[in-house]
């Protein structure tokens, strides 16, 4: 069995309730600072902690320790819920990590000729989406589509966002003017999402989420990295 799927069990046998709430007490005893624990108060903290209980440790005792946890750790009520914000980001965080696969990108790559456009069609990791962008400078819509890809790039770091003059595609016959500027979308190689003269689905003026809500209706772009966890987690750190 390999160990991305070992991982994955191991994860998935802390999603009932006793397994959250014990990875949610493990969390909270290591981000303390233990050193200001008296040895007592530390040993007992790693019992309440443990999911391996003693079988003599009786449902009493038990409420009795989760109950008084705070109060031997020190730690208020707004602290507890500092502590308890930081461990639902790394949740989320380890779930998004496991969730997100492939390769990522940077910015928008610019294709030189027809060959280069069939490379990335062809040799793209199956799991990404590559997004081509078919233009011609001087024509209505191509300049400002250009712009919008720079600004989604930045947002969908596992598409690949590309765009290839038409002339230089060495299909310009196929892609005259008046179906300029064209959205092509391929996954695995196969074409998943065919726009010609764009334009006519985008107002006068538009603008990178006009084209990013376009592109959802049709359900061709993945799920946005978390929002704001790496905001936060500086913030904590301040």
């Known amino acids: 069995m390999s160990d991305k799927l070992i991982d994955f069990e191991d994860t998935a ?17 290591e ?5 200001n624990l008296a040895p007592a108060k530390r040993e007992l903290l790693r019992q309440i902690s443990s999911p391996n209980r003693m079988k003599d440790d009786s449902r009493a005792n038990l409420n009795r320790k989760v109950q008084y946890s705070s109060e031997l750790t020190g730690h208020s009520k707004e602290e507890d819920e500092g502590c ?16 997100s696969f492939g390769p990522k990108f940077e910015g928008v790559h610019d294709l030189d000729n027809g060959e280069a456009f069939l490379e990335v069609i062809e040799k793209e990791h199956c799991s990404t989406v590559v997004v081509v962008h078919i233009y011609k400078v001087g024509v209505k819509g191509c ?3 250009n712009n919008c890809l720079d600004c989604l790039a930045t947002e969908y770091p596992t598409v690949k966002f590309c765009r290839i003059d038409a002339v230089a595609s060495g299909a310009a016959e196929r892609f005259s003017d008046d179906v300029l500027p064209t959205l092509l979308l391929y996954k695995a190689g196969e074409l998943i999402g065919n726009f010609l003269a764009c334009m ?5 003026e538009f603008f990178a989420t006009d084209v990013e809500a376009f592109l959802n209706s049709y359900g061709l772009l993945p799920e946005k990295d978390l929002p704001g966890l790496e905001d936060e987690e500086e913030n904590d750190v301040e």
């Open 13 to 29: 046998t802390r999603t009932g309730p006793k397994g959250v709430i014990s990875d949610w007490r493990r969390f909270k005893l």
């Open 31 to 35: 981000s303390m600072e233990q050193e």
């Open 84 to 99: 308890l914000k930081k461990y639902r980001r790394r949740c989320m965080r380890e779930m998004h990590d496991k969730l």
């Open 143 to 145: 300049e400002e589509l």
């Open 200 to 204: 006519r689905h985008l107002n006068e």
